[in-house]
């Protein structure tokens, strides 16, 4: 079993995949991950926006590489997984599931396909990368996986039934996998952020920094401190955090 550094933060030697790294959370992940010593492989659709992060990450210092993914059926996250474990050198010891879509709206308007779409993406990937990448952790006897979730997983809010749902669901899978794979050495955790400013919530406009007013902290997180939570769970640092929701929602779901 590979030995636990209880010392630091340091990911030296470490392959980490990170799903929908080419911008927002993603982004900010894959570039902690890789200042923190891990070969990241930046995974999405946008082959421009992931080799932009690549080439930020290799300026400064770090190793990393795009991987293509669509990540809407079975077949590509099982592929996406296949090829990071062998641009990894035959394995990957980080996965932090982070891709996700997070449509609102009232219930009656969301069609059959946009709950497909949905579910597809937020649960059936993550489902199907660690189905392809847990067993091959948890027989060299360390990992970690990390889920992105949402703080409106654990309290209703009007408008988001479909997506908090999803994101209830990868909570739920956590808990699943800590029991399925922890006895064997992966960690699975999940970090649940309240909302966050990025790209893709650019057109909530006012909306975003009304629902941060009702936190304590009073404002939208930046991606980089959402990062930092994700990058505590995949290192060593975290070793005897198995199965936590681990809340960076400025206080939300506190109060």
């Not at 997983?153 to 039934?161: C, K, P, Q, S």
């Not at 739920?172 to 893709?200: D, I, M, Q, S």
Request: hydrophobic fraction near 45%.
């Amino acid at each position: 079993m590979t030995s636990v550094d209880l010392t630091g933060r340091d990911l030296t030697g470490r392959v980490a995949l990170v799903t929908g790294a080419t911008s927002g959370i993603g982004a900010a992940t894959a570039t902690l991950l890789a200042e923190r010593g891990a070969h990241v492989l930046v995974a999405g659709r946008d082959a421009s926006r992931g080799e932009s992060v690549v080439s930020a990450v290799r300026a400064r210092g770090g190793k990393a590489d795009f991987v293509a993914a669509d990540l809407r059926d079975a077949a590509s996250a099982r592929r996406l997984a296949r090829e990071a474990a062998e641009l990894g050198g035959g394995r990957v010891d980080i996965l932090v599931n982070n891709a996700g879509v997070f449509p609102f709206g009232p219930t009656e308007q969301a069609s059959a396909s946009d709950v497909d779409a949905v579910y597809d993406l937020n649960v059936k990937a993550p489902f199907h990368l660690v189905a392809e990448l847990a067993p091959g952790m948890a027989e060299r006897g360390h990992g970690a996986i990390v889920n992105v979730s949402t703080m409106v997983a654990t309290y209703g809010v009007a408008g988001m039934a479909l997506y908090a749902s999803s994101k209830a669901a990868l909570n739920a899978l956590t808990k699943a996998w800590t029991a399925e794979y922890g006895p064997r050495g992966v960690r699975v955790n999940t970090v649940a952020p309240g909302p966050t400013r990025t790209e893709g919530t650019a057109d909530m406009g006012d909306n975003l920094d009304a629902l941060a007013a009702q936190a304590p902290a009073g404002r939208p997180a930046a991606p980089t401190e959402i990062a930092e939570a994700v990058a505590f769970l995949a290192s060593d640092t975290s070793s005897f955090v198995q199965g936590a929701l681990l809340a960076v929602d400025g206080g939300r779901t506190a109060v």
